[in-house]
């Protein structure tokens, strides 16, 4: 699996669909097609885009979304492509490939349905024009990080979730990545953050929490108020890092990424963060939270940790009321050589 800051063809979104994502009136269905869209055309100024869209759907995406932006459509459940979707790699050959990670709503939830989501990569594999490559673990793009150079970061709760793989250990997680993602060292990071573990989260994506923007360099999600209980979580998993290596052997340069200001929302201490960022051929779409300062921060960050690229903010906050981010709505596919 190459660095997502390799060169890309294209990005792949899904568009909302009925359910908890448009929520269960015209506003907050105005709200998530507003959002999505508002991505899907922030990444267009930089490279192309595929929105994959249920048939249902597909006359009121086109109202949203510039005729710029190509449609397929396919049943979906969800609109999470970095996880319902597949993860791309390249061959020896230089040649795209697609790994189908086997779906079941982050653990076979209560809340979730995913029928027509686990086939979702099976489809987006074919429209790419990738070479398929069948995962029987349970696992989402939003559950690992690499540097194109042989480092994957995962977390525990994920990858060895008893409601995803019961049977996995690390050794038969690791083996997998090394077959499917040409992963040669895992950095297993304990836990996600706070909210992201609780009924409604992915039980610990790493890409709410860190990110590799360059080979022997993390992002690191830094809650630096004690008031919120992922002043502590951060604070665990950057010892954690701190102690690790990458594939080289060497040890990480850690950046850290300070969260907005804003600790709660009406369901309790959100997981605001902007590790969980887009990075595209010339630029890096970024979180925005409404917040002048932090958000022109993490720009500025990002901007140092990505040389060459325009960092843009998208309001966010509609995503993560839903359950992600800008990172968890898209999926970069990688030029073939």
């Known amino acids: 699996m190459p660095a997502e800051t390799a060169p890309q063809d294209r990005v792949w979104m899904a568009f909302p669909v009925a359910g908890y994502t448009l929520g269960s009136d015209a506003d907050s269905a105005d709200e998530a097609r507003r959002t999505w869209a508002a991505v899907a055309h922030a990444v267009l100024d930089f490279e192309p885009v ?7 759907e597909a006359a009121m ?7 710029e932006i190509e449609m397929i459509e396919a049943p979906l459940d969800d609109a999470w492509m970095r996880d319902i979707g597949p993860t791309f790699v390249l061959g020896g050959d230089g040649q795209l490939g697609a790994v189908d990670w086997t779906f079941n709503g982050w653990g076979a939830q209560d809340w979730a349905r995913w029928d027509k989501d686990a086939q979702v990569g099976r489809r987006v594999t074919a429209a790419a024009g990738a070479s398929a490559l069948s995962s029987l673990l349970v696992n989402e793009g939003g559950g690992i990080h690499v540097d194109g150079e042989g480092t994957v970061l995962a977390t525990q709760t994920v990858q060895l979730d008893p409601g995803r793989n019961p049977s996995a250990d690390r050794a038969r997680v690791e083996a997998e990545f090394a077959r499917t993602l040409g992963a040669s060292h895992v950095v297993w990071l304990p836990r996600g953050l706070t909210r992201d573990q609780q009924r409604y989260g992915t039980r610990g994506h790493v890409d709410m929490v860190a990110a590799i923007p360059s080979p022997g360099t993390v992002l690191m999600h830094a809650q630096n108020d004690p008031a919120h209980p992922d002043y502590a979580v951060t604070r665990e998993l950057r010892a954690v890092l701190v102690e690790a290596t990458d594939a080289a052997g060497r040890a990480f340069t850690i950046v850290d990424l300070p969260a907005p200001t804003a600790l709660t929302d009406e369901d309790g201490f959100v997981d605001y963060n902007y590790v969980n960022h887009l990075v595209v051929n010339g630029g890096v779409i970024a979180c925005g939270f409404g917040e002048a300062r ?4 993490a720009r500025e960050v990002l901007a140092s940790v990505y040389p ?3 960092v843009v903010s998208v309001e966010a906050r509609p995503l993560f009321a839903r359950g992600g981010g800008i990172h968890c709505i898209t999926q970069q596919q990688p030029s073939a050589r």
């Open 294 to 297: 932090a958000d022109r921060t």
């Open 61 to 67: 995406a086109r109202r949203y979304l510039s005729a």
């Open 308 to 310: 060459g690229r325009t």
């Open 50 to 56: 595929t929105m994959v869209v249920d048939p249902a």
